[in-house]
Nanobody
Framework: QVQLVESGGALVQPGQSLRLSCAAS????????MSWYRQAPGKEREWVATISTGGRSTHYADSVKGRFTISRDNAKNAVYLQMNSLKPEDTAAYYCSAQGFPSWGQGTQVTVSS
């Protein structure tokens, strides 16, 4: 059973930073590219970033380029999203996903507000 548990979300002020974590289990983590998605109320789920199996290649949505960094630690079966210079429009529930598995965790809420 694929299991993904996101954590690290919080209420922060604009311009601040936050680091999200995703703990994975139930599959061969090192064989799957991993991604982060987010979904705000009333909007469709949006792709944020992707990292290759070994962490050598990363891809980002234009809206977060230069501000967010995705990384992974295969020894810990974990993927991370470092979020800097947060903006109110980054407010959403954030989810991680594994390539090839139509499964999502419960998500972690990020709220950027003054």
């Amino acid at each position: 059973q694929v299991q993904l548990v996101e954590s690290g979300g919080a209420l922060v002020q604009p311009g601040q930073s936050l680091r999200l974590s995703c703990a994975a289990s139930g599959f061969t983590f090192s064989s799957s590219a991993m991604s982060w998605y987010r979904q705000a109320p009333g909007k469709e789920r949006e792709w944020v970033a992707t990292i290759s199996t070994g962490g050598r290649s990363t891809h980002y949505a234009d809206s977060v380029k230069g501000r967010f960094t995705i990384s992974r630690d295969n020894a810990k079966n974990a993927v991370y999203l470092q979020m800097n210079s947060l903006k109110p429009e980054d407010t959403a529930a954030y989810y991680c996903s594994a390539q090839g598995f139509p499964s999502w965790g419960q998500g972690t809420q990020v709220t950027v507000s003054s």
